[in-house]
């Protein structure tokens, strides 16, 4: 059965740091493309950054520069660093799988909730 | 980057009503392009890959359609469990974007 759990959310201030964990079992984490989604509260769905089997990362230019994804094959976990956040970072983050072939997210962790606030 | 917009933002339907939710790329996507489904305290789930294949195990009365930078999704005869949020989703070139999101609402 496919799972993937996250962790790590908290309260935290302008300007900290914070770092996401996604446990993932039923399927090998680096044999897969692997990304973040967030949801801010009363907004859409926005993409965060995405893990490429090569191991190439790319980022959306509202966290490019401040945010850093990726995993521990030991461990078959994806990690999302958050460095400089902002009260605009407070959102729900999601761990998905993207269908390789197929840019798509199928399947996706419950979620954890980060709220950047003084 | 590419921008994603739907329309409408909120729907007010009947059950067994057919309903339609568009979706505008800024640019010419060709069919790369995904529905979710999102209900209130859940994670999203894939419902329409590639425009318009629909995902193993989603009921046949969700069809997606369009190419280049109009979509459409549709659901032929609304159950109780079809009320909730819809969103689209974009690949192009390592990035990808989403609409704004539909809410669908019992009327």
């Known amino acids: 059965e496919v799972q993937l759990v996250e962790s790590g959310g908290d309260l935290v201030q302008p300007g900290g740091s914070l770092r996401l964990s996604c446990a993932v079992s039923g399927f090998t984490v680096s044999y897969n493309y692997m990304s973040w989604v967030r949801r801010a509260p009363g907004k859409g769905l926005e993409w965060v950054s995405i893990l490429y089997r090569s191991g190439s990362a790319y980022y959306a230019e509202s966290v490019k520069g401040r945010f850093t994804i990726s995993r521990d094959n030991s461990e078959n976990t994806l990690y999302l660093q958050m460095n400089s956040v902002r009260v605009e970072d407070t959102a729900v983050y999601y761990c998905a799988r993207v269908e390789i072939g197929w840019y798509v997210f199928g399947d996706w962790g419950q979620g954890t909730l980060v709220t950047v606030s003084s | 980057d590419i921008q994603m917009t739907q329309s409408p933002s909120t729907l007010s339907a009947s059950v067994g009503d057919r309903v339609t939710i568009t979706c505008r790329a800024s640019q010419s996507i060709s069919t790369w392009l995904a529905w979710y489904q999102q209900k209130p305290g859940k994670a999203p789930e894939l419902l329409i890959y590639k425009a318009s294949r629909l995902e193993y195990g989603v009921p046949s009365r969700f069809s997606g359609s369009g190419s280049g930078t109009e979509f459409t999704l549709t659901i032929s005869s609304l159950q109780p469990d079809d009320f909730a949020t819809y969103y689209c989703?974009?690949?192009?070139?390592?990035?990808?974007?989403f609409g704004q999101g539909t809410k669908l609402e019992i009327k």
């Open positions: 989703q974009q690949y192009n070139n390592y990035s990808y974007t």
